[in-house]
Structure formats: C-alpha cells, structure tokens
C-alpha cells in the first residue's frame, strides 16, 4: 500500500525506527482537542490520564511503537511569552512522555536562522512526510503525504536543527 493512502496510526504502525513530529503554531483548534482545551481554560485542571478516553489510544498507539524501537520524537518551536494553547499543551505533554514520546520546546527567537518547511509535518524513517495543514484559526485542513526526496531532506535538516537547540520537556520553564 502507498504511504499515501495510510492512515496517521497505519503510518505510525509502519514505521521501523523513527517518526518525529515537528510543530510551529502557536495555537491549534483542533476538533478533537476543542472540549479538553476549553475545560482546561475554565478550571486549569488537564486531563493528564493515560488511560482517559481522549489519551488512551494515543498512548497505546505510541507505547507500541516505542516497543518495536521505533523512537518518537516531537518539538515545538513556540514563540515566548506563550499562548493559552501552549501552556495547555505543556500541561499535557507529561502524557506524551508517559507513552513514550521524547518532547522538546524551542523559543521561536532561537529558531531564527533554521530553514523551516511551511508547515507542521509527521516525518517517518526519514522517508515519507506527512504535512499537517490548518486553517488561519488553527482548525485541522487536511493532511497531505509526500515521498520527495528534497521535501524529506528539508524536514529531517529542519527537524535535527529544531531538536538540537531544543530544551527538554522536563526543564522548559512557560515564560
């Protein structure tokens, strides 16, 4: 089957040793996240439960690949002082670590001199890229796979340069 034509989790599942996860917005609006973030806003309580309903098959999702040595990786590059989105996000990535993700954050003014691909992406075995695109709102616009080898060579350069100037999760401050 055509990398193409695989849903996110199939990709995932396909991987062999590597999926890293590169995001630059400072704000999302997601449909699947709309009710957790908006919870999260009027109490301050995350729902930080591997178990939970909306974690759960994330958490199995990476748990298993980390078991097949596949290593997750996600950076953000945020821009300082943070949105509410982004102290939501790190109020949840304790999560993503407990499944098995390593997670990194990066000031925006230290990401200055990185050339970036225009949008998010999912890159998998440093082959198949998986855009993320979204709307002016942060709303998801869709997905979109490529194989090409200069938009692969982009995204993994872009990806180790984000990751190397990255501060861990555990000693990234909200600022």
């Known amino acids: 089957m055509q ?67 596949v290593s997750v990786r996600r950076a953000r590059i945020i821009s300082e002082p943070v949105t509410e989105y982004i102290q939501y996000e790190h109020a949840g990535t304790v999560v993503n670590l407990l499944a098995g993700e390593q997670v990194r954050w990066l000031p925006r003014h230290l990401a200055s001199d990185i050339a970036l691909p225009g949008n998010d992406f999912w890159l998998f075995d440093d ?34 340069a984000v990751w190397a100037r990255g501060v861990p999760h555990d000693q990234y401050e909200i600022r």
Do not use: I
């Open 3 to 69: 990398p193409s034509a695989l849903s996110f989790a199939d990709q995932l599942r396909a991987a062999q040793w590597s999926a890293v996860h590169l995001e630059m917005r400072d704000s999302y609006s997601v449909s699947n996240e709309v009710d957790d973030f908006r919870t999260w806003q009027q109490t301050g309580n995350r729902d930080t439960s591997p178990g939970s309903a909306y974690w759960a098959p994330w958490v199995r999702l990476v748990q298993d690949a980390a078991a097949r040595g």
């Open 127 to 160: 082959r198949v890229v998986r855009w993320n695109h979204f709307t002016g709102d942060g709303a998801s616009a869709g997905q979109e796979v490529s194989e090409d080898p200069a938009a692969v060579k982009l995204c993994a350069a872009a990806f180790e």
